[in-house]
């Protein structure tokens, strides 16, 4: 029972969302926006209790930090085709993908192969259709790109950050209105005012020394859709006063190819050394800082698929000004605080309203905290919830997939040959060996080392070593990454290498008379004592059942 029932005594509300974060554990998009708001928006459907279980992918290092209110979580589990049969047979509502254009490898363990056999129905969250729109990416991440893009085009739901994002879906990628539903966004609560005890001035004195006089900040990003380059255009035909009075703060993470960009426009522009200051990629105090200290925040972007920084701005009790292009102005909200992000004269003359209009400043703080209001993970939450609640009407029934087994051994002997027959008529069986064989499976047999490579080990609900008295040293490799059952089709005794292959098994099946050797402590995922079973190649149809319920047993 979950926490929230054990304190209240209801029963779990629905749907029972599976959600996949594997963004979290980090690598393609870093710790950019997509992973905080897939996080943010997992714990927000936590707190609303719509949540079965939030997965992590087994086959991927974690290599970002990952906050402990959600690592810890009792519903966080590993992505196995184990925990998804055992969450389907529970009664998981849907499948739900917070990062559908993530890179992974093997790129086969993106979306588990359970979810695809077993119908369970599948949305994702799209953050936006930047690739259709702006040549953002390079040539050899395209074609990984086009074949996310045609799985959005196939899910049950798609829920879009903004009314944008869902026109994009709808006009170009050809989605029926009906299968896009707009859940919006929100902020991390670490964005406020300042509270007693902050000392926003003191740490950007230390951290940015570069930063001498009041300044309009902007979060930005190295590409053409976030017009930079036309914000820095626009600065320097503001009155020469408000540029004395004021520098222009630039933050984003820069790549090397940057260099001096940004600077040497700016003084191609007649700006000064010290009008534009780019800060690089700063933490998030630094961040918070920023915009508590900043007299205004711009977003000249082009495109966005939603535009949190500007969200963000508005926590902090700091005004803004948005291009009114795409999403961006469904922040705010209000009309007079945007512009046309291609006018230059436009933009410089809002951001000169925006710094010496006091009764515009005002105005802008009043739409900020209206937005502030709006824009709520909580509120997120319950938009997603309702619109995945009804994924299961009129669709087909779920199937129930076989057991699918991975078997990893030498079949060369005649009692391995025996078992991966008995066991291929139960289940659905992928054969793994080093030595060469021929017969009518063949060509279903594949090489141990393509495990974790090309096929994704934890796509089976179980990986079954078929083991003798010498096994393969691929078989002991594959034992160490990737625990499953152990069968020893002789004494553990007999084998040298039998301690090293029960470390964290699933479970482990012995002749009769063999004792099994004593494990070491159980490695993730299965961080469990692993049973242990007497079998005998005399009852082979016992012993497989007694296999399969090791297996079931999970």
């Known amino acids: 029972m979950h926490l929230h029932d054990q304190l209240t005594g209801s029963q779990p509300s629905h749907p029972a969302l599976v959600v996949d974060l594997q963004t979290a554990q980090g690598g393609f998009f870093g710790d950019r926006g997509i992973r905080r708001y897939a996080m943010a928006f997992s714990l927000a459907l936590l707190r609303r209790d719509a949540v079965s279980a939030v997965l992590f992918n087994p086959n991927r290092p974690t290599v970002e930090f990952i906050p402990p209110e959600l690592r810890d979580v009792a519903r966080v589990e590993w992505g196995t085709t184990a925990t998804l049969r055992r969450l389907d047979t529970e009664g998981a509502g849907a499948y739900v993908m917070t990062s559908p254009f993530e890179r992974v490898q093997s790129p086969a363990s993106f979306v588990p192969r359970y979810v695809v056999d077993s119908g369970m129905p599948m949305a994702a969250v799209l953050y936006d259709l930047i690739p259709e729109i702006i040549d953002v990416y390079p040539p050899e991440l395209m074609e990984a790109y086009r074949a996310r893009r045609e799985l959005i085009k196939r899910v049950d739901l798609i829920l879009a950050l903004s009314d944008q994002t869902k026109r994009d879906a709808v006009e170009r990628l050809g989605v029926p209105p009906e299968r896009v539903e707009v859940i919006g966004a929100g902020a991390s609560d670490y964005f406020r005012p300042p509270t007693p005890g902050d ?63 940004w600077v040497d426009r700016a003084r191609a522009r007649g700006l000064r050394e010290d009008d534009l200051v780019v800060t690089d990629h700063v933490d998030d105090e630094v961040l918070r800082a920023l915009y508590q200290q900043a007299s205004l925040f711009v977003s000249p972007s082009f495109y966005e698929g939603f535009g949190l920084p500007v969200l963000e701005a508005a926590l902090c009790d700091c005004p803004a000004v948005t291009s009114n292009a795409a999403a961006v102005p469904e922040v705010l909200q209000w009309a007079p605080s945007s512009f046309s992000p ?76 025996r078992v991966a027959r008995a066991i291929g008529a139960v289940a659905d069986v992928e054969r793994f060996s080093d030595v060469p064989e021929a017969g009518p499976d063949a060509d279903r047999r594949q090489r141990v080392a393509r495990l974790g490579r090309t096929v994704d080990p934890w796509s089976y609900d179980a990986i079954v070593y078929l083991v003798d008295e010498q096994p393969p040293d691929a078989v002991l490799d594959a034992a160490r990454r990737y625990p499953g059952v152990v069968w020893f089709l002789a004494n553990p005794a007999e084998c040298p290498d039998g301690r090293e292959l029960s470390r964290g098994a699933r479970g482990r099946l012995v002749p009769p008379g063999a004792a099994a050797p004593s494990a070491a402590a159980s490695v993730a995922p299965f961080a469990r004592p692993a049973p242990t079973r007497v079998v005998t190649l005399d009852d082979l149809d016992g012993a497989v059942a007694d296999l399969l319920e090791l297996v079931r047993s999970g």
């Open 199 to 261: 000392q926003p001035a003191l740490l950007l004195a230390e951290r940015l020394p570069q930063v001498t006089r009041p300044y309009v900040f902007c979060v930005s990003g190295w590409s053409a859709h976030k017009n930079t380059e036309g914000l820095i255009d626009a600065w320097a035909r503001l009155p020469s006063a408000t540029r004395d009075a004021y520098q222009l703060v630039v933050t984003c993470r820069l790549p090397p190819r940057a260099g001096t960009a």
């Open 342 to 417: 291609g006018d230059l004269d436009e933009m410089a003359d809002v951001v000169e309203r925006g710094l010496r209009d006091d009764e515009f400043r005002l105005q802008l703080r009043q739409a900020g905290e209206a937005a502030a209001r709006r824009h709520t993970w909580d509120s997120v939450a319950d938009r997603a919830a309702a619109a995945c609640t009804g994924l299961g009407a009129g669709r087909a029934r779920r199937r129930t997939p076989r057991l699918r087994l991975a078997l990893v051994g030498a079949f060369d002997s005649g009692d391995g040959e």
